[in-house]
């Protein structure tokens, strides 16, 4: 939809998420006593969508799989508690501390990027995959065996308590900025470079877009943005221990990118807010040996959404049934062909070679005149 | 010296399974592309039917069954998961091996329970070799690995099957050109992946007896990380890399300081190798063309 020169598609996520944010910091400030659970599964959320948005930059939009996304949150869940643990005696646990352990974590977080992206530069595909899943491996590895002084080792880290009254309009906050910076840059000369080396990074190349700086620099942003969530986490969490940033979390938040769709962030956030939801509310229903019932539901979404998105088999299948289509006839119930000029409805159609030849053919026929015998009866 | 001799063998024969699995991962990858993700969660199929069928007393007809089951599985898997995805791009193919193996564990999880099981196949005893005590299942699986190494390898250079293999991994569709069934090569190539797992969860099983939704993840990456080391592709190679892999795994535990980082060196030998020589050691190097 366009008003003006303003594209709702464009910021309908911003609108959204923004208006939830004020209404219930709104609500907050002038009084409203929430649920606790309620504020963690807020936080919760925050921090899942922005790992499924930054997660969807590195697969859905530079087509290369990350399965190291939980390896990088780890490192900025560490570093920027361990951040806050130093600052908090001196600057107190106030909101100073806060942004300082997030700006430390998301600079560790995008190092780590850097570490992973020259890899990436070398290889592609099932190869870079490993390796990130090596690296969260590595991470977890390290954190879990470091000594009880620097980072708690087994028993992990212990965070500061931030009033958590506020912590997750800070978290909705940092969503906004996270969307205002992944978006920008997709919808940029970045973001067309990013998605060319997606669907062809020799001709990518070969047109003049410099693949090694767009791959590092987009894998960078992930990591960043990982690193936040990291630390996000720490301080909902109270405490960080490394065993929980596995590859299963990375599978997790492959999953809601994978839900959402590739390449589509409005469905990441969506699915990300439906996944986290479904992980809080599904353990009070499926409990002892059913609780693995939610592993097998994840599994499923996975094969069954990728081979129905990408099998080759499936495509006219998908063309008439996808979900635009769908909404657009529900919205726009038949549309009577009798009001669409001929005229209006050819410009839609590029044309192709001999269409264009054929059209020029009328224009000249038009222009000549009723009477073809003037010009010899051929152009 | 018994300690080091001990070591040395607990190494080669931890490489033996290894190797096995990474056999199994190399003529996949080889001859359908893809990086089966389920691999390694196979293995754990395999532990978990010998627990089941040694009902039978007879751990030969268990052990028969298993691979007869993992062979079925690996076989269905291809054709429901993997093969609506051929032509597809290798990012839909990857996310869907994961899925799978994924959908394995939780499945396992759900029929048998979270908890370990414990399964004894059979007691071999142990020997004294040069005054180490050697276990002689360690010395088993090596021995077999080795045999079912140089039995794949004449296989692939000698039998007309074997040829086609190679045909549809070094081009898919002049293979298809030369009237070879390709889908019909690459079902056989997951059948013998899958039968080479079994033959691993067996081994695993020899090693510690107890089973888990959860033994063969851990088995099947350091098990593809092997195969990257020897080249993806390579069959010689593969048993290269298992039987390196398994050495600094056995060498590493044995070392106090270094013991619990054991994990994080194999990983970054993993990413040292690919950075230094992406083909691996016995590997070909391929070029892409648009």
Redesign the interface.
Known sequence: MRIGKFKLNHYINYIVIGILTLVLSVMTFTGSRFDNSLLFLLEKMAISIILAVSLSLVVGFLGELSLGHAGFMCVGAYLGGKVAVLLAPALGNGILTLLISLLAGAAVAALCGVIIGIPALRLRGDYLAIVTLAFGEIVKSLFMNSSDESFGGTLGLDTPRFDKKYLFIIAFVLVLITLAVVQNYIRSKHGRAVTAIRDNEIAARATGINVTKYKLLTFILSAAFAGIAGVLYSFSNYTVQSIKFGYNYSIEILVMVVLGGMGNINGSIVAAALITWLNTWLPTKLTGDLAVLQNLLYALILIVIVIYNNAPALKSFRDRYNLGNLINKVLKPKADPSHIKDDKAKWDVVPTKISMDEILSIDMKQQSGPDPEQKGGKR | MEEILSTLINGLSLGGIYAMIALGYTMV?GIAK??NFAHGDIIMVGGYLIYVFMATKNPLIAILLAVVGCVILGVTIEKI?YK?????????V???A???S??L???A??IF??ATQMVTVYEFGAVKLMGATVQISSLVTLGVTVAVMLALTLFVKFTRLGRAMIAVSEDRDAAQLMGINVNGIITITFAIGSALAALAGLFYLLKAPAVSGTMG?MPG?KA??AA?IGGIGSIPGAMLGGILLGMVECISYKITAIA??T??IE??I??LI??VR?TGFLGKKRR???
């Not at chain 2, 609506?84 to 839909?92: D, F, I, V």
Request: charged share 10%; no cysteine.
């Open positions: 990858y893809m990086l998961a609506p995805l051929r032509g597809a791009s290798p990012l839909a990857l996310i869907t994961i899925g799978v994924y959908m564990q939780s499945l999880q759900i329970g979270s993840a990456i593809f990380t990257v619990p980082y994990d994080a990983f970054s993993l990413i690919l950075l992406p892409e063309k648009v």
